[in-house]
């Protein structure tokens, strides 16, 4: 390979020497007697390897070391010394430098030790660009769908992952809002560092804040050790707040700090933590309608809503069903270590027929439950559906009902509870999933009496 190369050293004659050995192999050389301007040089326009002298004036070849990793952590270093300092060299070998040279130099030698510099350095590149290439299939592969609506998703995520920016994913519950948070860590520049999730509704209101914030030893009882939170576990990385709608209105303010101005103290201390990370939210609630119920905050939904992307329900991308069945298939029946590969023409149209409020989720349940009683090679029917409480969809009109004029709002709320309870038989996930509500709202509701006035 022809690359660019930083020679380094306070002896003229030797820089020239070297540039001569290897212009002639072709290489594109830049020699300096001062470490700065290579340094500068390499900071503002790359380099492929750099040789530098170990022992010269003001900063020395393992300060040089040390500063091109910094800047430029692909380059390779070779150090030139004196016999009397290969020890030193030794020395910056343990410090990232791929090999030294000693003095007076060899011609061929230099040419050897140059040449397999530089083919580690290629040999770097292209397994991240391998790594990346890879990464991105296997991140794209599981956002399944052909469907119009998700190619539209796929694009708009390939346009603003590498975006440091906030995301607000919006979809139903089951739409796969959590695969896309981790698409978009996947495909960001700040993949390799660490990618947290918390899910604002599966944890109580009391716990959350010292889950996000972390606590100092006896903030309070039962705090015995202190405890980093979400937000500096997150630190470099991605944090993901998944049903971000369902956090009380002084967790929120409080969250609005952090976004705004990058700062928190853990409970019981009274230090400001600096931190620098992304973040994902997720919900299904609509948030404009919690802001006109001051259930959200404004300020906070534009913090989080800085680009919205929004996952279209199962049942308006019918013919993904196919494709993402026997992906589901496939992937299950290897982990419970099943011979079922295929699913029969007539189960496939009871899939494509089927309602999916439980969207993506339900379906995997589906797929799974199937997996787990069959008895032949291939799947026939999915007796979980034929069962279900939840009729698949049909031209009938559904249960209608009767709501009188003048009905306070909260009663109406109630009473359209109670009765889509009752028509899942009390499966509060079910009714939780038509609803488009999470199941800690459905419980905080569901015990209030449902009537209507008379």
Known sequence: MKADILIIDDEEHLRVAVEKILNKQGHRVSTFASPAEALEKLAGEGADLLITDLMMPGLNGIDVLKRAKEVRPTVEVIVLTAHATVDKAVEAMRLGAYDFIEKPLDRAGL??????????????????????????????????GNSPEMLAVKSLIRQIAAADVSILIQGETGTGKEVVADVFHALSLRRDKPMVKISCAAIPETLLESELFGYERGAFTGAANAKAGKFELAQGGTLFLDEVAEMSPPLQAKLLRVVQDGCFQRLGSTRELKIDFRLLSATHVDLPKAIEEKKFRTDLYYRLNVVTITLPALRDRRSDIPLLADCLLRKHAVRMQKHIRAIAPAAMEQLIAHAWPGNVRELENVIQSALATATEDTISSFSLLASNSNPPCTTSAPRALTIPIGTPLAVVEDYFICETLKEFGGDKQKAAQVLGVSERTLYRQAHRPGQLPA
């Not at 040999?123 to 890879?134: H, W």
């Open 111 to 144: 040419l050897k030790t140059v040449g397999k510099a530089l083919e580690r350095q290629q040999l770097g590149v292209e397994n991240r660009r391998l790594r990346e290439q890879l990464g991105q299939l296997r991140t794209e592969e599981s956002l399944v």
